[in-house]
């Protein structure tokens, strides 16, 4: 399954961030949802990135060897989408057209290629939709997972 909304980084890193009660609190309450409905997935990008940010940020709390486990975690529980030549290519493609910087770029082509319809993120604009792809911002008010997948 290519999963209906794909899962950014910052959404698998405030289910651990404690500092942040109530983005971890609809972060973790996202993710066991989207994984029992079985409609979410990630890239291996999202996945380096989560380990890079849990390693650094929250070293303190979570040494390497737990960030690590705690990545492997979520590469186990989504659908997991690779960069391929086809990604690459289409987020390039989407940092001239849209001007996207590279990483984000990525991830937009990963929804691209795949035909997940939604991205859900802080990083980009809520609510805006670019060639067949939506983001939402899963930590406001209004955000309504069902709504957005019509589950």
Known sequence: MNGAALIDTNVLVYAIDTDEAEKCRRAQALLRILQLKEVGAVCAQVLGEHQSVVARRFAHAHGRGEATMATERWAHAFPVHSTTLAVVLEALRGTVRHRFS??????????????IPLV??????????????????????EFDLEAELAL
Do not use: C, K
């Not at 991830?107 to 795949?114: K, P």
């Not at 859900?120 to 008010?141: M, Q």
């Open 120 to 141: 859900l993120s802080e990083d980009f604009a809520d609510g805006a939709v670019i060639e067949g792809v939506r983001f939402a911002n899963p930590f406001t008010e």
């Open 102 to 115: 590279y990483y984000d770029a990525q991830i937009w082509a990963v929804a691209r290629v795949h035909r």
